[in-house]
């Protein structure tokens, strides 16, 4: 082995956003001059450089390079230990490479923004806002939301009240302002506030916002009624001295000399239906259907539901599809044995606002066919309700191209679509 090296600093100590070097020594103990160039190994690799990054070394002397460690302020630099390696490749025997390795602790560090969606609110008795919470951190942080008034005129309820926040997430709160007084009347009243966003050991953020109340009585109201009152007054005066004696007085003269002739017409229509009635029954005996006024036969009733059939209703059953970009998957719903299934409604959803298709399959031919950026939520209410026989299967298969913003709670970006049924089961005895 000609070749040694070493780290002079094997364990170093930064936090993200920082720089430390350590110094790597390289002896050449052959009989030739050798240059060597050199690689970073482990998870520190993509923030850690070796300057330079080659060198040549005389026999019998050694030589210095600077392995600089440059670690981000991002959330995906994990805090603690971090091992790394640096591989030391001779030019001329490539055969004899040397590892030296070291570690590097990374300190943890918490970076917390916060919005307010909307700043201002409006409503009689309460309003809704929404709060994003954005762990730019590198650790996981627990925060509760709390909100606070000058006046002591608010009352908060947020849901949650507290909230896990993985590093490099958003995660959502619905916080509902209620006014602890009712405005009846008057002018509107805007009722300023804050809203605490608190994690452990941290230093809180604090969010400004307002809310208006407006009175339940708008101040038009009075003049409002009023004038309807005006108004309903003198339409009725209109109708009843002017307008209805005129209109009975018209109606009476055009309707009397018709309905005379009416009355005539259908009692001449009477006799005549009561003398075909007459020939029908000679014509057609009993028990034999009668005519329909088109001329055709009256179709029998519906046979009856064969008797022991139990009929129920479909307990809302969920296909669930998953993938990964490129890829595609399909779940699939059989009807159990001897019972048919009858979907009269089909929910679909695609609540990550992936890219890709979406088919509805039933009994292996296409049904439905969406591209999945065209929809969120599409609500189907069936005319014609999808019969599955028994053991026959509806199936939702997912194209994923491009999966959207990642639900909270799921640990890996896939794309995924949802299937809700509805409807009734007939089951054979």
Known sequence: MTTLARLETPALDLPPGGEAAALLTI????????????????????WTTVEPPAVSVFPGTEEQARVVFRPPRAPWVAPGETPFAVRVIPTERPEEVVVPEGVVQVHPFAETTAEILPRTSRGRRSAKHEIAIDNRGNTPLKVGVNGTDPDGALVFTARPPTL??????????????????????????????????????????????????????????????????????????????????????????????????????????????????????????????????????????????????VVAPLAEDRLEAVAASNQVVTDTFTAPEKTTVVITDLILQNPQGDIGRVDVIVDGRVQLTEALANLRTLDLHLVSPVELAPEKSIRIRLTCTTPGLRLAGTSTDRCRTFLTMAGITRRAP
Do not use: M
């Open 164 to 309: 896990a926040v993985p590093p490099g997430e958003a995660v959502f709160t619905n916080l509902k302002v209620k006014h602890r007084r009712t405005l009846w009347r008057g002018q509107p009243v805007t009722r300023p506030f804050q809203v605490l966003i608190v994690a452990d050991s941290h230093p809180p953020v604090t969010l400004d916002g307002a809310t208006l109340q407006d009175p339940v009585i708008p101040r038009w109201a009075g003049r409002a009624l009023v004038l309807g009152l005006v108004c309903l007054l003198a339409l009725a005066g209109i109708w009843f001295g002017i307008l209805r004696p005129t209109i009975r007085s018209a109606a009476e003269n055009a309707v009397s000399k018709p309905l005379r002739a009416a009355e005539k017409k259908a009692t001449a229509a009477q006799d005549t239906a009561k003398r075909a009635e007459t020939k029908v029954d000679t014509a057609v005996g009993p028990g034999r259907p009668l005519p329909t006024p088109s001329g055709g036969v009256r179709p029998p009733p519906p046979p009856p539901v064969r008797p022991g059939t």
């Open 27 to 46: 002896r050449n103990t052959g009989e030739i001059v050798e240059a060597y160039h050199f690689e970073v190994l482990g998870d520190a690799a993509q």
